[in-house]
């Protein structure tokens, strides 16, 4: 017999015994199982018990002996345990205990086998609590002890030498040991790593990580200096699992798992949603944060268990800590370009992958957890890459734009992928160049704040701003798809109807959104219409100007505090606030153009594919001299829609047909063909 089943064999035995002195012979009689359970002992199985009882020697007497020892080394809750693994493995020992006592296994019974005297209540109160540890107890049942006891299926195995997690907890638990599980060594943060592991050495203590960027990370980190597992669990999901009914049970059947497995516990998830919770039907919050310290926190400090908290928030989560138990770590806020490129590079090497370090550190504002997840992703989709070169970035940018669309609870944009270039647009020599002064200054950031060390004079106002202003059509738009296309960046598009709200607040709540995500995606960030939010400030004449003003003050301050690149286009600049004006690093004023200008537009839309006649680019650049950009392409584009439908090259027939389309659209009189000039004689 192996150790447990020698115990189980002399516990059933010792019931025999008691009932046999109190005149109940031979009680196994009606018991079968149990009879030929216990006719297999023999004595070489008691010599081996007693010797491995003491010693040691099998696993299954080491796990014995240290649940005895978490019950207090007591004999009573020594007779307890047998009386519970008996049940649990032969459950025909409960019929026959039923039959001859009249109940089942309970802490009265093991004081009859030790032959104790009637415990006080104070007493059946302390060994109740000692049983805690190893099985559930319904507080509620009177009297306590003559409660039924059972040992789950988590307890048994794991005195037979199982460390499967229990059923109860392995759909939202999951365990890491670094005797076995691999962790890469930390990139960033061995200070707080090393901070955290020397304050939870005594055990008994909380420690909370808070903020954003590989807290889980971090804690396993921890669990690697402190040589021990942890069990890891999302605590949204341990409340949803758990519910009013079965808490009880779940929290003791949580710290049970620990304490078998000697871990510590990581509640992750602790999110603002999260504590801010539903509302019962007394209004009250569900989440309490002195409720959760009390049912939750409390009892898993209180068994000697390390506990991690990682929580977005930095408000304290124990309100009443015990001076030296509790601990807040706090991350920083924002993840810096030195910081990004070691990370970029360590990750990148972790995964196999060779990539531009510098580049991405200067594309992409994602903290250390956000950087593995892209690449991980990355390479879920093109496994079989090794160089992240230009053609793969724009696969990477993709993915960070869906991951941060899919963080976002409310999509206030959207999001272009533009092909356009600078070349595109067509502008006069002078504005061309304040847009090459732009891009490389977005190129060249890196340099100036980090290599060059002027970030330090620079707190703030280091975003690439560009506000473009000027009549409609003349390119404005174009251009900020032009600026991100030659920068491979995505743009983001601001909806001014997402973005602007009735409610005081959603507006800027809403404008956050918007400044985060390009910060997460290094998107440009594109308000059009601008002056639609930027517009001056007005006189406070009700509440409406002064929360007016007050939307306008909040975009200051964030463009200001905005580390990326932000293109604002406007048809009217003088409606824009003076004090907004100051603090934009490029202003572009554009104009209709000329006529030179128009025959380049003209040109340009005569692609190597399209097949034409002659066209007199002269004649249309000088003709139709209030045509801006916008218009000739859209005129051209009907032209070559026309010449499509009637199969033939595009000819000047077809441009003349469109072009009086679009002067009979805009004219408040009736169209004279004079307008036409020499190719009137075509319309």
């Known amino acids: 017999m192996s150790f447990l089943e020698t115990t189980i064999a002399l516990i059933i035995l010792r019931c025999d015994d008691l009932l046999e002195k109190s005149g109940q012979g031979d009680s196994l009689l009606s018991f079968p199982a149990l009879k030929t359970f216990v006719s297999k002992l023999r004595d070489e199985d008691l010599s081996l018990w007693a010797e491995e009882g003491e010693k040691g020697g099998s696993l299954q007497a080491e796990r014995y002996r240290k649940v005895i020892s978490l019950l207090g080394d007591s004999l009573v809750m020594q007779s307890l345990l047998d009386l519970m693994t008996a049940l649990f493995v032969l459950p025909e020992f409960g019929a026959y205990l039923t039959h001859h006592f009249g109940y089942s296994v309970n802490l009265h019974l093991a004081f009859l086998l030790e032959d104790e005297g009637?415990?006080?209540?104070?007493?059946?109160?302390?060994?109740?609590?000692?049983?805690?540890?190893?099985?559930?107890?319904?507080?509620?049942?009177?009297?306590?002890?003559?409660?039924?006891?059972?040992?789950?299926?988590?307890?048994?195995?794991?005195?037979?030498?199982?460390?499967?997690?229990?059923?109860?907890?392995?759909?939202?638990?999951?365990?890491?040991?670094?005797?076995?599980?691999?962790?890469?060594?930390?990139?960033?943060?061995e200070e707080l790593i090393a901070e955290g592991a020397a304050f939870l050495e005594p055990g008994s203590r909380v420690l909370q990580l808070s903020g954003k960027g590989g807290r889980r990370f971090l804690s396993k980190s921890i669990a690697v200096r402190l040589g021990r597992p942890f069990l890891f669990?999302?605590?949204?999901?341990?409340?949803?699992?758990?519910?009013?009914?079965?808490?009880?049970?779940?929290?003791?059947?949580?710290?049970?798992?620990?304490?078998?497995?000697?871990?510590?516990?990581?509640f992750y998830g602790i999110t603002e949603l999260f504590l801010r919770g539903g509302r019962d039907e007394n209004g009250r919050l569900e989440r309490d944060l002195a409720v959760m310290e009390r049912i939750l926190f409390m009892p898993v400090k209180e068994a000697g268990i390390p506990l991690i908290l990682c929580a977005d928030t930095k408000k304290t989560l124990l309100l009443s800590p015990q001076a030296g138990s509790y601990l807040l770590l706090e991350l920083p806020e924002e993840t810096d370009y030195g910081k990004r490129k070691k990370l970029w590079?360590?990750?990148?090497?972790?995964?196999?992958?060779?990539?531009?370090?510098?580049?991405?550190?200067?594309?992409?504002?994602?903290?250390?957890?956000?950087?593995?997840?892209?690449?991980?992703?990355?390479?879920?989709?093109?496994?079989?890459?090794?160089?992240?070169?230009?053609?793969?970035?724009?696969?990477f940018a993709k993915l960070c734009i869906q991951r941060v669309e899919s963080d976002d609870g409310k999509n206030v944009g959207r999001v272009i992928y533009p092909d356009l270039k600078l070349d595109d647009v067509k502008v006069k020599p002078a504005i061309r160049a304040v847009l090459d002064d732009v891009v490389d200054s977005i190129r060249n950031s890196p340099v100036v704040l980090d290599s060059w060390g002027l970030r330090k004079n620079y707190p703030y106002g280091r975003s690439v701003s560009l506000l473009l202003?000027?009549?409609?059509?003349?390119?404005?738009?174009?251009?900020?798809?032009?600026?991100?296309?030659?920068?491979?960046?995505?743009?983001?598009?601001?909806?001014?109807?997402?973005?602007?709200?009735?409610?005081?607040?959603?507006?800027?709540?809403?404008?956050?959104?918007?400044?985060?995500?390009?910060?997460?995606?290094?998107?440009?960030?594109?308000?059009?219409?601008?002056?639609?939010?930027?517009?001056?400030?007005?006189?406070?004449?009700?509440?409406?100007?002064?929360?007016?003003?007050?939307?306008?003050?909040?975009?200051?301050?964030?463009?200001?505090?905005?580390?990326?690149?932000?293109?604002?286009?406007?048809?009217?600049?003088?409606?824009?606030?003076?004090?907004?004006?100051?603090?934009?690093?490029?202003?572009?004023?554009?104009?209709?153009?000329?006529?030179?200008?128009?025959?380049?537009?003209?040109?340009?839309?005569?692609?190597?594919?399209?097949?034409?006649?002659?066209i007199d680019l002269d004649y249309l650049a000088a003709q139709f001299d209030t045509f801006t950009g916008s218009i000739i392409k859209t005129v051209f584009l009907n032209a070559c829609a026309y010449a499509a439908g009637q199969e033939e090259k595009l000819g000047m027939r077809h441009?003349?047909?469109?072009?009086?389309?679009?002067?009979?659209?805009?004219?408040?009189?009736?169209?004279?063909?004079?307008?036409l000039g020499k190719y009137a004689y075509l319309s």
């Open 118 to 189: 009637f415990p006080s209540e104070e007493d059946i109160l302390a060994f109740m609590k000692l049983a805690e540890r190893i099985c559930h107890i319904d507080r509620r049942l009177s009297p306590l002890q003559y409660a039924e006891l059972s040992l789950d299926e988590r307890a048994v195995a794991y005195l037979f030498g199982s460390d499967e997690i229990s059923p109860l907890l392995s759909g939202f638990t999951t365990r890491f040991d670094p005797k076995t599980d691999a962790l890469h060594e930390p990139l960033l943060y």
């Open 345 to 395: 590079a360590g990750f990148a090497s972790l995964y196999g992958l060779s990539l531009d370090a510098d580049r991405f550190a200067m594309r992409y504002r994602l903290n250390a957890s956000e950087i593995a997840s892209m690449l991980r992703g990355f390479l879920e989709r093109r496994p079989d890459c090794t160089v992240i070169g230009p053609e793969e970035e724009a696969v």
């Open 233 to 266: 669990l999302n605590i949204a999901d341990f409340f949803r699992e758990a519910g009013k009914e079965r808490f009880e049970e779940l929290k003791c059947t949580l710290i049970r798992e620990a304490v078998f497995d000697e871990a510590g516990i990581c």
């Open 469 to 614: 202003s000027g009549p409609p059509g003349t390119g404005k738009t174009m251009t900020a798809n032009a600026i991100a296309g030659e920068l491979s960046l995505p743009l983001y598009q601001v909806n001014l109807s997402n973005i602007v709200d009735k409610y005081i607040g959603e507006t800027e709540k809403n404008l956050e959104k918007a400044f985060l995500f390009a910060e997460k995606t290094d998107a440009v960030l594109f308000f059009d219409e601008a002056d639609a939010l930027f517009g001056a400030r007005s006189e406070v004449h009700d509440a409406k100007d002064r929360y007016a003003n007050t939307e306008i003050s909040y975009l200051l301050q964030r463009i200001e505090a905005f580390d990326g690149i932000v293109v604002m286009a406007t048809n009217i600049r003088s409606n824009m606030d003076a004090a907004f004006l100051r603090r934009i690093r490029y202003v572009v004023r554009y104009e209709n153009p000329d006529e030179a200008l128009r025959r380049e537009i003209w040109e340009s839309c005569l692609t190597e594919g399209l097949p034409h006649e002659e």
């Open 655 to 675: 441009l003349i047909h469109a072009v009086r389309h679009e002067l009979e659209k805009v004219s408040s009189v009736a169209f004279s063909g004079d307008s």
